[in-house]
């Protein structure tokens, strides 16, 4: 019998087009790749094989076109379960990362939101000295669709009431500016907050958020203690 996580994984499961951009903290971009996930359940729903290519720089491509020319990487991985660093929630979303923070690893968070025709991933990535390296965005749209991306994201977007559908169905919440100080806004209806510096014995959290519509946001936080163990993983969504 399938556990019910690997069966919201399998809401992933399809052709996704896409583009995965590398940036410095700064947001600047270090590179673009246009890309071609696929991910194919067997029949009985394990294992799930993936499929991902990734074209060079510069190589002209739109979301729903297949890039020119021939793919410079190609990766191929089968799962037959979810590893201990992953957790999926009912609405197909996800996140995975570093487990436990140490001196002689390097933190990195990933966050995969899923809605509809699209998703939106977020990598965030560390160096060894716990400062925030590189910045990984991902958009990509399921073949055949007419999906598009969504707008890039600004404070005022999210400023409002806001009911939960998860955890807590009926319950309200006011985003005000204040609780977005510090956040990045990214294109496609994305954010992020997180330390740029990661200081050892201090409690951290990782959180990114996506504006799928004007009325549908999700949020996955990630919390460490002071020890540099993940405590908790915390998913919302909200509408309005």
């Not at 999210?158 to 990214?186: Q, R, V, Y």
């Not at 958020?209 to 990630?222: K, N, V």
Request: aromatic share 10%.
């Amino acid at each position: 019998m399938l556990s019910s996580q690997w069966n919201d994984l399998l809401r992933n499961c399809g052709e996704w087009r896409g583009s995965f951009d590398t940036m410095n903290p700064a947001l600047q971009l270090i590179k673009h790749q246009p890309s071609l996930l696929t991910l194919e359940p067997a029949p009985s729903g394990v294992p799930i094989q993936l499929t991902l290519l990734l074209w060079p720089e510069g190589v002209g491509s739109s979301p729903h076109q297949m890039p020119s020319g021939e793919p410079e990487k190609r990766i191929v991985q089968s799962f037959t379960r979810l590893d201990p660093d992953m957790g999926v929630f009912s609405t197909g979303s996800f996140s995975r990362g570093t487990l436990y923070r140490s001196n002689w690893t390097k933190l990195y968070a990933e966050f995969g939101f899923l809605h509809g025709q699209r998703r939106h991933r977020l990598v965030l990535l560390w160096d060894g000295a716990g400062q925030l390296e590189r910045i990984v965005l991902i958009r990509e749209f399921l073949e055949g669709s007419s999906a598009l991306e969504c707008p890039a994201l600004q404070a005022e977007h999210l400023i409002g009431d806001w009911s939960f559908e998860i955890p807590s169905p009926g319950d309200n919440i006011l985003i005000s500016a204040k609780d977005l100080d510090h956040w990045i806004f990214l294109p496609d209806g994305g954010a992020f907050l997180a330390p740029v510096q990661i200081d050892p014995n201090q409690p951290f959290s990782i959180e990114a958020l996506w504006m799928s519509s004007l009325t549908r946001l999700e949020r996955i936080a990630r919390h460490y203690s002071d020890n540099g163990a993940l405590a908790s993983v915390e998913h919302q969504l909200l509408t309005r």
